[in-house]
Protein backbone atom coordinates (compact mmCIF):
# COMPACT_ATOMS: atom_id res chain seq x y z
CA UNK A 1 0.00 0.00 0.00
CA UNK A 2 1.55 3.16 -0.96
CA UNK A 3 2.00 5.74 1.94
CA UNK A 4 3.06 8.71 1.40
CA UNK A 5 6.79 9.41 2.83
CA UNK A 6 5.34 12.11 5.52
CA UNK A 7 3.16 8.97 7.07
CA UNK A 8 6.00 6.53 7.03
CA UNK A 9 8.20 8.89 8.56
CA UNK A 10 5.31 9.62 11.72
CA UNK A 11 5.17 5.94 11.81
CA UNK A 12 8.90 5.34 12.38
CA UNK A 13 9.11 8.64 14.95
CA UNK A 14 5.74 6.97 17.14
CA UNK A 15 8.03 3.71 16.82
CA UNK A 16 10.73 5.30 18.24
CA UNK A 17 8.78 7.32 21.12
CA UNK A 18 6.47 3.73 22.12
CA UNK A 19 10.21 2.31 22.54
CA UNK A 20 10.93 3.88 25.49
CA UNK A 21 7.74 3.04 27.52
CA UNK A 22 8.42 -0.96 27.25
CA UNK A 23 5.99 -3.91 28.53
CA UNK A 24 7.29 -3.30 31.90
CA UNK A 25 6.11 0.71 32.10
CA UNK A 26 2.77 -0.68 31.06
CA UNK A 27 2.55 -3.80 33.60
CA UNK A 28 3.32 -1.48 36.50
CA UNK A 29 0.51 0.88 35.76
CA UNK A 30 -1.83 -2.10 34.83
CA UNK A 31 -0.58 -3.36 38.21
CA UNK A 32 -1.56 -0.11 39.99
CA UNK A 33 -4.46 1.49 37.91
CA UNK A 34 -2.46 4.26 37.32
CA UNK A 35 -2.65 6.72 34.52
CA UNK A 36 0.41 6.37 32.11
CA UNK A 37 1.09 10.49 32.37
CA UNK A 38 4.88 9.88 31.22
CA UNK A 39 3.51 8.87 27.88
CA UNK A 40 0.70 10.78 27.41
CA UNK A 41 2.72 13.56 28.23
CA UNK A 42 5.84 12.65 25.44
CA UNK A 43 3.21 11.86 23.09
CA UNK A 44 1.82 15.60 23.25
CA UNK A 45 5.37 16.98 23.35
CA UNK A 46 6.02 15.35 20.12
CA UNK A 47 3.14 17.01 18.90
CA UNK A 48 1.34 13.86 18.11
CA UNK A 49 -1.76 14.52 20.14
CA UNK A 50 -1.70 18.13 18.09
CA UNK A 51 -2.18 15.83 14.76
CA UNK A 52 -5.28 17.06 13.88
CA UNK A 53 -4.92 20.78 15.11
CA UNK A 54 -5.03 23.32 12.43
CA UNK A 55 -1.45 25.36 12.29
CA UNK A 56 -2.55 28.10 12.88
CA UNK A 57 -3.66 27.20 16.76
CA UNK A 58 -0.17 25.49 17.46
CA UNK A 59 -0.87 22.31 15.96
CA UNK A 60 0.07 19.90 12.52
CA UNK A 61 -2.74 20.60 10.72
CA UNK A 62 -2.93 16.52 9.56
CA UNK A 63 -5.07 15.04 7.69
CA UNK A 64 -7.09 11.59 9.53
CA UNK A 65 -5.11 9.20 7.67
CA UNK A 66 -1.98 10.74 9.33
CA UNK A 67 -4.23 9.92 13.12
CA UNK A 68 -4.81 6.73 12.12
CA UNK A 69 -1.38 6.17 11.75
CA UNK A 70 -0.19 7.30 14.81
CA UNK A 71 -2.64 5.52 16.65
CA UNK A 72 -1.96 2.21 15.00
CA UNK A 73 1.48 2.25 15.73
CA UNK A 74 1.04 3.09 19.10
CA UNK A 75 -0.79 -0.02 19.93
CA UNK A 76 1.35 -2.29 17.57
CA UNK A 77 3.93 -0.91 19.47
CA UNK A 78 2.65 -2.67 22.52
CA UNK A 79 1.64 0.60 24.10
CA UNK A 80 -2.18 1.66 24.88
CA UNK A 81 -3.19 4.54 23.22
CA UNK A 82 -6.77 4.63 24.97
CA UNK A 83 -4.91 6.87 27.38
CA UNK A 84 -5.19 9.85 24.88
CA UNK A 85 -7.29 8.70 21.63
CA UNK A 86 -10.42 10.85 22.95
CA UNK A 87 -8.11 14.31 22.36
CA UNK A 88 -8.00 13.29 18.52
CA UNK A 89 -11.54 12.55 17.81
CA UNK A 90 -13.16 14.96 20.66
CA UNK A 91 -11.12 17.60 18.43
CA UNK A 92 -13.62 17.48 15.64
CA UNK A 93 -16.40 18.74 17.33
CA UNK A 94 -14.51 21.56 18.24
CA UNK A 95 -12.47 22.29 15.04
CA UNK A 96 -16.13 21.80 13.22
CA UNK A 97 -19.04 23.43 15.57
CA UNK A 98 -16.38 25.60 17.90
CA UNK A 99 -16.90 29.37 17.57
CA UNK A 100 -13.69 31.22 16.65
CA UNK A 101 -13.47 32.47 19.93
CA UNK A 102 -13.65 29.01 21.34
CA UNK A 103 -10.93 27.57 19.19
CA UNK A 104 -8.81 30.36 20.17
CA UNK A 105 -9.75 29.94 23.74
CA UNK A 106 -8.45 26.39 23.90
CA UNK A 107 -7.04 24.49 21.25
CA UNK A 108 -3.11 26.48 21.44
CA UNK A 109 -2.93 25.50 25.01
CA UNK A 110 -4.31 21.61 24.29
CA UNK A 111 -1.89 21.54 20.86
CA UNK A 112 0.86 22.80 23.54
CA UNK A 113 -0.29 20.19 26.37
CA UNK A 114 -0.96 23.38 29.03
CA UNK A 115 -4.77 21.81 28.63
CA UNK A 116 -5.90 18.36 28.76
CA UNK A 117 -8.90 17.50 26.88
CA UNK A 118 -9.25 14.06 27.09
CA UNK A 119 -13.32 13.25 28.85
CA UNK A 120 -16.25 12.58 26.61
CA UNK A 121 -19.52 12.45 28.60
CA UNK A 122 -22.03 10.82 26.31
CA UNK A 123 -23.09 7.73 27.66
CA UNK A 124 -25.62 7.35 30.67
CA UNK A 125 -26.40 4.42 33.30
CA UNK A 126 -30.10 4.62 32.19
CA UNK A 127 -29.97 5.22 28.60
CA UNK A 128 -27.35 2.62 27.32
CA UNK A 129 -26.69 2.91 23.29
CA UNK A 130 -29.85 4.35 23.47
CA UNK A 131 -28.26 7.93 23.64
CA UNK A 132 -31.43 10.24 22.75
CA UNK A 133 -33.30 8.88 26.19
CA UNK A 134 -29.95 10.61 28.11
CA UNK A 135 -31.36 12.06 31.14
CA UNK A 136 -28.71 14.87 32.06
CA UNK A 137 -30.28 18.31 31.66
CA UNK A 138 -28.77 21.97 31.15
CA UNK A 139 -31.22 24.52 31.53
CA UNK A 140 -30.52 28.34 30.63
CA UNK A 141 -29.98 30.27 33.47
CA UNK A 142 -29.18 34.01 32.34
CA UNK A 143 -25.58 33.92 30.93
CA UNK A 144 -25.12 30.41 32.51
CA UNK A 145 -26.15 26.84 32.08
CA UNK A 146 -27.16 24.71 35.46
CA UNK A 147 -26.57 21.06 34.87
CA UNK A 148 -28.05 18.37 36.82
CA UNK A 149 -27.35 14.46 36.12
CA UNK A 150 -25.23 12.18 35.85
CA UNK A 151 -22.49 10.27 33.27
CA UNK A 152 -20.95 6.73 32.96
CA UNK A 153 -18.17 5.24 31.62
CA UNK A 154 -16.22 9.05 31.22
CA UNK A 155 -12.87 7.96 30.37
CA UNK A 156 -9.90 9.48 31.98
CA UNK A 157 -12.25 12.52 33.02
CA UNK A 158 -9.84 12.47 36.47
CA UNK A 159 -6.87 13.19 33.79
CA UNK A 160 -8.44 15.97 31.62
CA UNK A 161 -9.13 19.82 32.00
CA UNK A 162 -12.22 19.66 29.74
CA UNK A 163 -14.75 17.56 28.71
CA UNK A 164 -17.08 17.75 25.78
CA UNK A 165 -20.30 17.06 27.45
CA UNK A 166 -23.61 16.15 25.86
CA UNK A 167 -27.10 17.07 27.49
CA UNK A 168 -30.93 17.76 27.23
CA UNK A 169 -31.41 21.25 26.72
CA UNK A 170 -35.42 20.86 25.39
CA UNK A 171 -37.43 18.36 26.68
CA UNK A 172 -37.66 15.45 24.53
CA UNK A 173 -41.82 15.80 24.29
CA UNK A 174 -41.51 19.66 23.13
CA UNK A 175 -38.95 19.05 19.99
CA UNK A 176 -40.52 18.33 16.66
CA UNK A 177 -37.79 16.09 16.21
CA UNK A 178 -36.49 13.10 19.18
CA UNK A 179 -33.07 13.96 17.17
CA UNK A 180 -33.25 17.55 18.65
CA UNK A 181 -32.76 19.23 21.97
CA UNK A 182 -29.63 17.84 22.83
CA UNK A 183 -26.39 20.51 22.65
CA UNK A 184 -22.91 19.89 23.14
CA UNK A 185 -20.89 21.76 25.92
CA UNK A 186 -17.10 22.27 26.14
CA UNK A 187 -16.63 22.45 30.36
CA UNK A 188 -13.42 23.02 31.99
CA UNK A 189 -13.99 20.71 34.79
CA UNK A 190 -10.86 22.74 36.45
CA UNK A 191 -13.55 25.17 37.72
CA UNK A 192 -16.03 22.66 39.09
CA UNK A 193 -14.28 19.86 40.59
CA UNK A 194 -15.97 19.70 44.36
CA UNK A 195 -18.53 22.51 43.80
CA UNK A 196 -21.05 20.60 40.97
CA UNK A 197 -18.87 17.68 39.49
CA UNK A 198 -18.11 14.74 41.49
CA UNK A 199 -15.98 12.09 39.76
CA UNK A 200 -15.66 8.47 40.47
CA UNK A 201 -13.28 5.72 39.34
CA UNK A 202 -14.42 2.73 37.98
CA UNK A 203 -12.62 -0.29 38.41
CA UNK A 204 -12.54 -2.45 35.34
CA UNK A 205 -10.85 -5.60 33.85
CA UNK A 206 -8.49 -3.21 32.36
CA UNK A 207 -6.00 -0.24 32.99
CA UNK A 208 -8.69 2.18 31.26
CA UNK A 209 -9.16 5.11 33.69
CA UNK A 210 -12.91 4.98 33.20
CA UNK A 211 -15.28 6.94 35.61
CA UNK A 212 -18.92 7.94 36.76
CA UNK A 213 -19.77 11.95 36.72
CA UNK A 214 -22.31 13.48 38.79
CA UNK A 215 -23.49 16.81 37.92
CA UNK A 216 -25.07 18.64 40.94
CA UNK A 217 -26.38 21.96 40.13
CA UNK A 218 -23.13 23.09 38.18
CA UNK A 219 -22.95 26.14 36.78
CA UNK A 220 -21.11 26.71 33.33
CA UNK A 221 -21.10 29.57 31.60
CA UNK A 222 -23.42 30.14 28.90
CA UNK A 223 -20.63 30.54 26.36
CA UNK A 224 -19.35 26.58 26.54
CA UNK A 225 -22.10 25.70 24.50
CA UNK A 226 -20.84 24.60 21.01
CA UNK A 227 -22.76 25.34 18.01
CA UNK A 228 -26.17 26.38 18.52
CA UNK A 229 -28.21 24.78 21.15
CA UNK A 230 -30.52 22.08 20.49
CA UNK A 231 -28.25 20.67 17.41
CA UNK A 232 -25.53 18.34 19.87
CA UNK A 233 -26.65 15.25 18.83
CA UNK A 234 -25.92 16.07 14.69
CA UNK A 235 -22.45 17.36 15.76
CA UNK A 236 -21.71 14.37 17.92
CA UNK A 237 -22.77 12.01 14.98
CA UNK A 238 -20.62 13.91 12.62
CA UNK A 239 -17.91 13.58 14.73
CA UNK A 240 -18.32 9.78 15.14
CA UNK A 241 -17.07 8.90 12.19
CA UNK A 242 -13.44 9.95 12.99
CA UNK A 243 -14.33 7.96 15.98
CA UNK A 244 -14.54 5.13 14.78
CA UNK A 245 -11.71 5.22 11.93
CA UNK A 246 -9.09 6.06 14.92
CA UNK A 247 -10.47 3.02 16.78
CA UNK A 248 -10.17 0.83 13.88
CA UNK A 249 -6.88 1.86 13.25
CA UNK A 250 -5.82 1.32 16.99
CA UNK A 251 -7.48 -2.57 16.20
CA UNK A 252 -5.44 -2.85 13.65
CA UNK A 253 -2.53 -1.95 15.59
CA UNK A 254 -3.12 -4.15 18.08
CA UNK A 255 -4.09 -6.94 15.48
CA UNK A 256 0.00 -6.36 14.33
CA UNK A 257 1.11 -6.69 17.81
CA UNK A 258 -0.92 -9.97 18.87
CA UNK A 259 0.35 -11.27 14.92
CA UNK A 260 4.08 -10.41 15.36
CA UNK A 261 4.01 -11.56 19.39
CA UNK A 262 2.63 -15.32 18.33
CA UNK A 263 4.87 -15.61 15.24
CA UNK A 264 8.07 -14.75 17.09
CA UNK A 265 6.96 -17.03 19.73
CA UNK A 266 5.91 -19.98 17.49
CA UNK A 267 9.35 -19.94 15.57
CA UNK A 268 11.20 -20.45 19.09
CA UNK A 269 9.17 -22.11 21.21
CA UNK A 270 10.20 -25.61 20.81
CA UNK A 271 8.41 -28.76 22.03
CA UNK A 272 8.59 -32.13 20.96
CA UNK A 273 11.88 -31.28 19.32
CA UNK A 274 10.92 -28.55 16.63
CA UNK A 275 9.28 -25.00 16.81
CA UNK A 276 5.79 -25.05 17.80
CA UNK A 277 5.38 -22.71 14.16
CA UNK A 278 6.17 -25.60 12.54
CA UNK A 279 2.52 -27.38 13.10
CA UNK A 280 0.04 -26.58 10.85
CA UNK A 281 -2.32 -26.57 13.47
CA UNK A 282 -0.44 -23.28 14.78
CA UNK A 283 0.59 -21.99 11.78
CA UNK A 284 -2.73 -21.60 9.94
CA UNK A 285 -4.91 -19.55 13.14
CA UNK A 286 -1.84 -16.86 12.42
CA UNK A 287 -1.82 -16.97 8.59
CA UNK A 288 -5.65 -16.58 9.40
CA UNK A 289 -5.05 -14.19 11.56
CA UNK A 290 -3.00 -12.09 9.19
CA UNK A 291 -5.42 -12.57 6.56
CA UNK A 292 -8.13 -11.03 8.83
CA UNK A 293 -5.78 -8.29 9.77
CA UNK A 294 -5.15 -6.73 6.26
CA UNK A 295 -8.73 -7.13 5.08
CA UNK A 296 -9.75 -5.18 7.61
CA UNK A 297 -7.08 -2.88 6.94
CA UNK A 298 -7.92 -2.05 3.79
CA UNK A 299 -11.51 -1.26 4.97
CA UNK A 300 -9.36 1.68 7.85
CA UNK A 301 -7.84 3.20 5.02
CA UNK A 302 -10.29 3.54 2.36
CA UNK A 303 -12.61 4.76 5.52
CA UNK A 304 -9.82 7.60 6.34
CA UNK A 305 -9.47 8.40 2.60
CA UNK A 306 -13.48 9.24 1.87
CA UNK A 307 -13.19 11.13 5.17
CA UNK A 308 -10.07 13.39 4.32
CA UNK A 309 -11.61 13.69 1.01
CA UNK A 310 -14.86 15.24 2.32
CA UNK A 311 -17.22 12.05 1.48
CA UNK A 312 -19.62 11.25 4.12
CA UNK A 313 -18.11 7.84 5.33
CA UNK A 314 -20.62 6.39 7.72
CA UNK A 315 -20.84 3.08 5.64
CA UNK A 316 -17.53 3.07 5.63
CA UNK A 317 -16.06 3.74 8.79
CA UNK A 318 -18.77 1.32 10.60
CA UNK A 319 -17.24 -1.22 8.88
CA UNK A 320 -14.10 -0.61 9.20
CA UNK A 321 -14.94 -0.37 13.06
CA UNK A 322 -16.48 -3.46 12.88
CA UNK A 323 -13.88 -5.60 10.79
CA UNK A 324 -10.93 -3.83 12.82
CA UNK A 325 -12.69 -4.82 16.25
CA UNK A 326 -13.21 -8.34 15.11
CA UNK A 327 -9.39 -8.69 13.73
CA UNK A 328 -8.23 -7.85 16.91
CA UNK A 329 -10.24 -9.75 18.95
CA UNK A 330 -9.62 -12.91 16.67
CA UNK A 331 -5.36 -12.00 16.77
CA UNK A 332 -5.83 -11.24 20.45
CA UNK A 333 -7.32 -15.07 21.19
CA UNK A 334 -4.73 -16.79 18.78
CA UNK A 335 -1.60 -15.03 20.39
CA UNK A 336 -2.79 -16.53 24.05
CA UNK A 337 -3.45 -20.37 22.11
CA UNK A 338 -0.39 -19.85 20.61
CA UNK A 339 1.56 -19.21 23.81
CA UNK A 340 0.11 -21.95 25.62
CA UNK A 341 0.34 -21.19 29.89
CA UNK A 342 2.45 -18.39 29.35
CA UNK A 343 -0.16 -16.52 27.74
CA UNK A 344 -1.61 -16.16 30.54
CA UNK A 345 1.75 -14.84 32.38
CA UNK A 346 2.32 -10.93 33.04
CA UNK A 347 5.30 -10.94 32.16
CA UNK A 348 4.33 -11.67 28.15
CA UNK A 349 2.04 -8.98 28.08
CA UNK A 350 -0.12 -10.90 25.90
CA UNK A 351 -2.56 -11.07 28.87
CA UNK A 352 -2.96 -7.32 29.46
CA UNK A 353 -3.19 -6.66 25.41
CA UNK A 354 -5.96 -9.55 25.41
CA UNK A 355 -7.81 -7.52 28.39
CA UNK A 356 -7.50 -4.05 26.53
CA UNK A 357 -8.46 -5.65 23.41
CA UNK A 358 -11.22 -6.87 24.48
CA UNK A 359 -13.04 -3.18 24.45
CA UNK A 360 -13.45 -2.77 20.81
CA UNK A 361 -16.27 -4.87 19.83
CA UNK A 362 -17.90 -3.36 22.79
CA UNK A 363 -17.14 0.32 22.50
CA UNK A 364 -17.54 3.38 21.60
CA UNK A 365 -20.27 1.39 19.95
CA UNK A 366 -20.86 -2.73 19.74
CA UNK A 367 -20.87 -4.60 17.33
CA UNK A 368 -24.81 -5.31 17.09
CA UNK A 369 -25.07 -1.48 16.60
CA UNK A 370 -23.22 -1.22 13.75
CA UNK A 371 -24.56 -4.40 12.21
CA UNK A 372 -27.89 -2.54 12.82
CA UNK A 373 -26.65 0.66 10.95
CA UNK A 374 -25.62 -1.78 7.51
CA UNK A 375 -28.88 -3.00 7.69
CA UNK A 376 -30.81 -0.02 7.94
CA UNK A 377 -28.81 1.99 6.32
CA UNK A 378 -27.08 0.77 3.57
CA UNK A 379 -29.10 -2.31 3.06
CA UNK A 380 -32.77 -0.65 3.14
CA UNK A 381 -34.11 -3.12 5.46
CA UNK A 382 -36.25 -1.82 8.32
CA UNK A 383 -35.41 -0.25 11.40
CA UNK A 384 -35.37 -2.58 14.03
CA UNK A 385 -35.25 0.04 17.41
C1 LIG B 1 -14.06 0.89 29.35
C2 LIG B 1 -15.12 1.72 28.72
C3 LIG B 1 -14.83 3.04 28.35
C4 LIG B 1 -15.83 3.84 27.81
N1 LIG B 1 -15.57 5.17 27.56
C5 LIG B 1 -16.58 6.01 27.25
C6 LIG B 1 -16.39 7.43 27.19
O1 LIG B 1 -15.28 7.92 27.37
N2 LIG B 1 -17.47 8.22 26.97
C7 LIG B 1 -18.71 7.71 26.79
O2 LIG B 1 -19.65 8.49 26.59
N3 LIG B 1 -18.94 6.37 26.80
C8 LIG B 1 -17.91 5.53 27.04
N4 LIG B 1 -18.13 4.16 27.12
C9 LIG B 1 -19.49 3.64 26.94
C10 LIG B 1 -19.64 2.81 25.69
O3 LIG B 1 -19.72 3.64 24.57
C11 LIG B 1 -20.89 1.94 25.88
O4 LIG B 1 -20.59 0.99 26.90
C12 LIG B 1 -21.30 1.24 24.62
O5 LIG B 1 -21.76 2.18 23.67
C13 LIG B 1 -22.43 0.24 24.89
O6 LIG B 1 -23.44 0.84 25.65
P1 LIG B 1 -23.99 0.16 27.00
O7 LIG B 1 -22.80 -0.24 27.79
O8 LIG B 1 -24.93 1.08 27.66
O9 LIG B 1 -24.71 -1.12 26.50
P2 LIG B 1 -26.28 -1.34 26.31
O10 LIG B 1 -26.86 -0.25 25.47
O11 LIG B 1 -26.88 -1.59 27.63
O12 LIG B 1 -26.26 -2.67 25.44
C14 LIG B 1 -25.91 -3.94 26.02
C15 LIG B 1 -25.82 -4.96 24.90
O13 LIG B 1 -27.09 -5.04 24.22
C16 LIG B 1 -26.91 -4.80 22.84
N5 LIG B 1 -28.06 -4.01 22.33
C17 LIG B 1 -28.65 -2.92 22.90
N6 LIG B 1 -29.66 -2.50 22.13
C18 LIG B 1 -29.70 -3.30 21.05
C19 LIG B 1 -30.51 -3.37 19.88
N7 LIG B 1 -31.49 -2.51 19.65
N8 LIG B 1 -30.26 -4.35 18.96
C20 LIG B 1 -29.28 -5.26 19.17
N9 LIG B 1 -28.47 -5.24 20.25
C21 LIG B 1 -28.68 -4.28 21.18
C22 LIG B 1 -25.61 -4.01 22.69
O14 LIG B 1 -25.03 -4.24 21.43
C23 LIG B 1 -24.78 -4.57 23.84
O15 LIG B 1 -24.07 -5.70 23.40
C24 LIG B 1 -17.13 3.31 27.60
C25 LIG B 1 -17.40 1.98 27.94
C26 LIG B 1 -16.42 1.19 28.50
C27 LIG B 1 -16.77 -0.22 28.91
Given at each position: ???????????????????DFPGEYWRIRDRDRTYPSEFVDALTRAGFLAALIPEIYGGSGLKLDAAAAIMEEIQASGCNGASAHAQMYIMNTLLRYGSEEQKRAYLPGIASGELRLQAFGVSEPASGTDTLSLRTVAVRDGDAYIVNGQKIWTSRAEHSDLMLLLARTTPREETASKTEGLSIFLVDMREFTGSGLTIKPIRTMMNHSTCEVFFDDMRIPASSLIGEEGKGFRYILSGMNAERILIAAECIGDAKWFIGKATDYAKERTVFARPIGQNQGVQFPIARCYAQMRAAELMVHHAAQVYDEGGNPGAEANMAKLLASEASWAAADMCVQTHGGFGFAEEYDVERKFREARLYTVAPISTNLILSYLAEHVLGLPRSY
Open positions: MGESGDILEIRRAVRALCA
